[in-house]
């Protein structure tokens, strides 16, 4: 079943315009139904957290299986604790809840295996201890042994006593005090280390990460009086200096890790009787966060810098810039809500061009925001030691994916993430994930990781999957009117960044309908214009379309600073997509190879009936294809239940057919890391992925690996 908070939800009503099947619906608020709610709320606490096989992620490190369903972990969902003072469905929240959800998931498991180590040193060192005091005891002269018996037949005989009876000559080697006093002290060491992993100062154990809070909107709602929503160390200082603050908290942070893990190392040592003072000392007297291993390494609570684009694009940046380049892997959150919220909506660096805001205003001579926008995510990259991701709620995998990868490299990381701010954008309440969305297709706020690890060239390191239609200019939408008719009708139309921009108020003013008496051929659609030469444009009149009130057809006439606008968001894809190496031109033996794939491609188009189902042949082949041989991709279509994933992943491969049902539309769309991430995402475990077409895939052997539960 599914409840709502009542004591935290702000009635944005967002979560009824995502969930498309029905289960919220928007109802009136009344006292019986806020009684209803806060019974149902109390339910829900007691109830126990999902069963881990419910939760559809096989390795959360190696980012394998459903991530999302990580929230399906009452603690995970947890992460934030408290209600805030933030506005009806602000766009930061979201990302910032995801965000906590992902840093508690990953650690849970950690300390928890962490804990189970200690005890065991814990009891094992004790054993040690005891075992190294009875070795003074001389236990060969039976007839002393016999006789302290005999004088402790009607009484408790203590250890003390027996040593003390069986060391009267004084024969025995006396206990080293040094080693008695290192072993003991190593003893109390990690009986304090586990207090603070179970209990700690707070009763709550120890806090899965810290951060600092750049002064900004989410420093003012993450700190309205009575709340505070973390349930983690939180600290807010000036308004640019949060990377810095955390340079330091780090440095800090890191020497009591290193504490905790000097402990460990030297137990496990003494245990094993390989302690030398003369060999180990220094190297532990200068033990750092460097010389941790990776396992210690990952149970280090990451240091979190959280800020806006004032505080990260503009003011802040240089100490953001010595934060990516110190080589400290402080992990900074960017919630980029390409305007200075906090302070009433000022022009900043990271708004697109035309954009209209206060200090950016629109007039006669004056349209907006002038320049073009400033690319965080490219100016992080060029750092070149940083792990970098851009995303945004528009894709939720892609988004725990780079936070995963992220929180885990052992380098700085920057997540520069869209956020939409609903007064500024001048968008609905509801409408964050939807404009999110929007900002994603119209290539507004292109997706992208840069992985420093992955080797040395931009080609190696920058993935831009995850983003729509990779391979194009824009993604293509289908615009649903009504033609003269009365008849439903279609049109399929290129998604520009004016496309996205006609629907936030930021922009309104660079737009005007065009009355349908005055339609004429000097009009021209907005992706034909911006094809054209600078004098073919001249008596041209660019234009996209839309739909009116009465979902009849018009032309939206764009203005010359949307034009420009919309020009910089192309050349930005185009640039990240020639760093990856996917504008490269195709010589002879790629095209044969194309033909040659688009040959196969109908082939197993025709093995699949009218519904995108296998038939008879094709199912055979599949399971009985030799090994090496291809089988494709298929779907058990009529177990389908619409849930969107595997289009949502990659649309060329997957698609619905006419009654909603999912079908393999191209096997060969799009890599097989896609097909197996769409099997592991599918909720009806109707999608067999089949056999890689292409065997020098990266990581090939590990897909086929994944892929054999859901052949």
Same mark, same amino acid.
């Given at each position: ?21 029905? @289960? ?34 096989? %390795? ?9 369903? !990580? ?40 300390? &928890? ?36 018996? @005999? ?19 004084? *024969? ?16 109390? &060491? ?21 951060? *600092? ?45 290193? %504490? ?11 245990? @094993? ?7 180990? =000392? ?31 694009? %503009? ?8 934060? !990516? ?59 070149? /030691? ?60 292109? !997706? ?47 998604? *520009?960044?004016? =496309? ?20 004429? %051929? /000097? ?11 600078? =004098? ?55 095209? @044969? /190879? ?13 093995? !699949? ?86 065997? /020098?895939? &990266? ?13």
């Amino acid at each position: 079943s599914v409840t709502i908070n009542p004591y935290t939800c702000k009635g944005c009503m967002e979560c009824v315009e995502v969930c498309d099947d029905d @289960a919220l619906v928007a109802t009136p608020q009344t006292e019986e139904s806020i009684e209803r709610l806060r019974r149902d709320w109390a339910f829900w606490l007691d109830l126990p957290t999902t069963r881990p096989e419910y939760i559809r992620i096989d %390795d959360l490190d190696e980012r394998i299986g459903a991530l999302e369903t !990580l929230l399906l972990d009452k603690h995970n969902f947890n992460s934030l604790v408290s209600g805030d003072g933030a506005c009806l469905g602000c766009g930061e929240k979201t990302v910032l809840r995801l965000f906590s959800a992902t840093v508690t998931a990953l650690m849970q498991p950690r300390v &928890k295996r962490q804990v189970a180590r200690l005890d065991d040193l814990i009891g094992r060192l004790e054993h040690h201890i005891r075992l190294r005091l009875a070795e003074g005891m001389d236990l060969d002269d039976i007839d002393a042994i016999n006789e302290v018996l @005999a004088a402790h037949h009607d009484s408790d005989l203590s250890l003390s006593e027996l040593s003390g009876a069986l060391d009267a000559a004084h *024969t025995a080697e006396p206990v080293d005090t040094h080693w008695f006093g290192f072993a003991t002290g190593l003893l109390k &060491k990690l009986r304090h280390l586990k207090w603070q992993y179970t209990e700690g100062e707070t009763g709550r154990g120890r806090a899965a990460m810290g951060i *600092t809070n750049a002064t900004g909107c989410s420093s003012v709602w993450g700190s309205t009086y009575p709340y505070n929503p973390y349930p983690f160390p939180w600290a807010n200082h000036l308004f640019q200096d949060a990377p810095s603050l955390a340079l330091g908290v780090f440095q800090g942070h890191m020497a009591r890790m290193a %504490d905790g893990f000097r402990a460990v190392r030297l137990a496990e040592l003494e245990l @094993a009787r390989e302690y030398n003072p003369q060999e180990h =000392d220094e190297f532990f007297n200068y033990f750092d966060w460097k010389q941790f291993s990776k396992q210690e390494w990952l149970l280090c609570p990451p240091v979190v810098a959280i800020g806006g684009d004032g505080a990260m694009y %503009d003011i802040g940046f240089q100490n953001l810039s010595r934060a !990516l380049i110190s080589e400290m892997p402080v992990k900074v959150i960017v919630l980029d809500t390409q305007v200075y919220s906090n302070t009433g909506g000022q022009a900043c660096t990271s708004g697109f061009t035309g954009q209209v805001s206060d200090m950016a205003g629109y007039g006669k001579v004056w349209k907006g925001k002038p320049e073009i926008r400033k690319e965080l995510g490219l100016i992080a990259m060029a750092h070149r /030691n940083a792990y970098v991701m851009q995303g945004s709620a528009a894709n939720v995998t892609h988004l725990l994916e780079g936070f995963i990868e992220g929180l885990n490299t052992r380098r700085p990381a920057m997540f520069n993430i869209y956020t939409p701010c609903m007064p500024e954008h001048g968008i609905g309440d509801e409408s964050a994930e939807n404009q999110s969305r929007l900002a994603l297709e119209s290539r507004a706020y292109p !997706l992208f990781r840069f992985d420093p690890d992955a080797g040395t060239t931009y080609e190696d390191c920058l993935d831009i999957d995850g983003n729509p239609a990779i391979d194009d200019d824009w993604p293509s939408y289908t615009l649903r009117y009504q033609d003269e008719d009365g008849n439903e009708a279609g049109l399929e139309l290129p998604m *520009t960044f004016a =496309d996205f921009a006609v629907t936030e108020g930021r922009f309104l003013k660079h737009f005007r309908k065009a009355p349908r008496d005055t339609w004429n %051929d /000097n009009m021209v659609p907005l992706h034909e214009f911006m094809e054209l030469d600078a =004098d073919e444009r001249e008596d041209r009149y660019p234009y996209i379309w839309g739909v009116d009130a009465g979902n009849q057809l018009m032309r939206v006439m764009v203005s010359a600073e949307l034009v420009r606008s919309s020009q910089d968001r192309l050349d930005y894809w185009r640039l990240l997509r020639s760093l990856t190496g996917t504008c490269k031109s195709l010589d002879e033996d790629a095209i @044969a /190879n194309q033909v040659r794939t688009e040959m196969a491609q109908q082939l197993s188009a025709s093995l !699949l009936d009218t519904a995108g189902v296998p038939t008879a042949a094709a199912s055979v082949a599949a399971i009985t294809a030799p090994a090496g041989e291809y089988a494709a991709v298929w779907i058990d279509t009529p177990e389908c239940e619409a849930c969107d994933e595997c289009t949502k992943i990659n649309p060329k491969i997957f698609a619905y057919n006419a009654e909603k049902k999912a079908v393999v539309a191209n096997p060969r769309g799009g890599p097989y890391r896609d097909i197996v991430r769409a099997a592991e995402k599918c909720t009806a475990e109707c999608i067999h992925p089949g056999t890689p077409f292409d065997m /020098n895939e &990266k990581d090939i052997d590990k897909l086929v690996k994944r892929a054999e539960k859901f052949q």
